[in-house]
């Protein structure tokens, strides 16, 4: 699975954003997708991830401001980010995750885009 991830810029604080995520096939064959960050001298952290069937969960740091989704129809997951903090300063990942069996699961990891916050 390739990822593509777009969206990053420079925005001010209080702000939104909105990333996306195209899949290089389709989504439904994908059992997990979702959002991790990782800012300087920092390791990588999740953000907020969806299942197959719609489920989510984020960090405690973004829950009530980013949202994900999904668009089947385009192989696409979204992170649109609300409310934006300097601390949301960070190189955003795509990833996704296939059950390929019992015993194979695969981790896939899309380039990241830059979100920068700042006055």
């Known amino acids: 699975v390739q990822l593509q991830a777009s969206g990053g810029g420079l925005v001010q604080p209080g702000g939104s954003l909105r990333l996306s995520c195209s899949a290089s096939?389709?989504?439904?064959?994908?059992?997990?997708m979702g959002w991790y960050r990782q800012a300087p001298g920092k390791q990588r952290e999740l953000v907020g991830v969806?299942?197959?069937?719609?489920?989510?969960n984020y960090a405690d740091s973004v829950k009530g401001r980013f949202t994900v989704s999904r668009d089947n129809a385009k192989n696409t997951v979204y992170l649109q980010m609300n409310s934006l903090k300097p601390e949301d300063t960070a190189v955003y990942y795509c990833?996704?995750?296939?059950?390929?069996?019992?015993?194979?699961?695969?981790?896939?990891w899309g380039k990241g885009t830059l979100v920068t916050v700042s006055s």
């Open positions: 990833k996704a995750v296939v059950v390929e069996s019992a015993v194979r699961i695969m981790d896939y």
């Open positions: 096939r389709s989504i439904f064959t994908i059992n997990v």
């Open positions: 969806i299942s197959s069937v719609g489920s989510t």
